[in-house]
């Protein structure tokens, strides 16, 4: 069963409103990070947040984690059409291997 | 800034043939992780080494193996292909074993017919 869980599966918006994405997991984690994936490409880590922490920034970026809910959720503001890709959520129960959810497809309409 | 290269990045086998994708991690990196991304779903890990030795392992077929070499670079050998083996394989190095970023490769995107 997968560990990360986002929703919504896809989203589409207009340039310049915010989106949010949601991540949930099922077992303790060290860490939670975010990865962005244009189509059939590869993935780029675009923020962490450790289990200490309950909220980071990066830029336009925004994630917060809720370790009694298990979940986090990712922020992007102002958003163009360049943020256009899949997002997602990955964490590493045993700090090694990466346990991916199973994306949020974001779409942003000029 | 050197990244992680993969090769090739695209590749077309026939079934029962066999393949081997190379893993080159970013200079310094001395883990290894591959993944396998099939379409339209997420990046499954498939097994890590680290110093040239394996250090976890996934869902990987008992058909591929993977190893780590003395330069820390890495291949996934499969062998005895299958349709199903269509997918996108990505490659990953951290610095060490518990660095918790991992850094992607852009993918080898192999085609079995």
């Known amino acids: 069963s997968q560990q990360g869980e986002e929703d919504p599966q896809a989203l589409s918006i207009q340039e310049g409103e915010n989106a949010t994405m949601n991540c949930s997991y099922k077992t303790s984690i060290n860490n939670l990070q975010w990865y962005r994936q244009n189509s059939g490409r590869g993935l780029v880590h675009l923020i962490l947040i450790r289990s200490n922490e309950r909220e980071k920034h990066s830029g336009r970026l925004r994630v917060t984690l809720d370790t009694s809910k298990k979940s986090s959720s990712l922020l992007i503001t102002a958003s163009r059409a360049a943020d256009t890709a899949s997002y997602f959520c990955?964490?590493?129960?045993?700090?090694?291997?990466?346990?991916f959810g199973k994306g949020t497809k974001l779409t942003v309409n000029p | 800034a050197a990244g992680v290269i993969q090769s090739p990045r695209h590749l077309i086998k026939e079934k029962r043939e066999t393949a081997t994708l190379k893993c080159y991690p970013i200079p310094r990196h001395d883990t290894v992780y591959w993944y396998q991304q099939g379409p339209g779903q997420d990046p499954q890990f498939l097994i890590s080494f680290y110093e040239k030795m394996q250090s976890d392992k996934g869902s990987i077929p008992d058909r591929f193996s993977a190893q780590q070499f003395s330069d820390y670079h890495s291949e996934l050998n499969m062998s005895s292909l299958e349709l199903g083996d269509s997918a996108l394989y990505f490659c990953?190095?951290?610095?060490?074993?518990?660095?918790?970023?991992?850094?992607f490769g852009p993918g080898t995107r192999l085609l079995v017919l």
């Open positions: 990953a190095s951290s610095l060490t074993l518990y660095q918790e970023t991992q850094y």
């Open positions: 990955a964490t590493a129960p045993r700090s090694e291997k990466l346990v």
